[in-house]
């Protein structure tokens, strides 16, 4: 599981907010990897290389209101995932595109998504749709390992 974004641009860094949100409050199997894969792009191709199924999480622009979860794969992905504000993702679709290019197996990818509201606003902190919207986004992709087959565990939060 690879959440994306720039921590530092409000709504931009909702991917990175969303795996550390997950690792707070569940416990995974050993087979199953979070990674803050920030705005790394293509410094992510060994990462894609080893994985045989990927959940990237990102801000996606689907032009629903700021807040709006999407779930997108196949040709869904380059729409979500090539939005021009965010440097990352160009990288991330690179990225992808050489993994393709190298002939190893392409893994099963899905992306899930939170609309930004704002993503050019130097803050650390998401804006009150994506951080109201982010338990439900989580939950979407845990009902995705559990699609897999994949259970994880909630932690206790005393």
Known sequence: MLGVGNVLL?????GVHAVRWLEERYRFPGHVRLLDGGTLGLLLMDELLAAQRLIVIDAVRGGQAPGSVYRLEKEGLRRGLGFS?????LDLL???NLHAMSGAAIPEIVVFGL???NISALSPALGAACR???PK????VINELRSFGCQAAEKRMD
């Open 10 to 14: 409000s709504d931009e860094g909702a």
């Open 85 to 89: 504000d965010s440097l990352h993702q």
């Open 94 to 96: 690179d990225a992808l």
């Open 115 to 117: 609309e930004p509201e």
């Open 132 to 134: 109201a919207a982010l």
């Open 137 to 140: 986004l989580c939950r979407m």
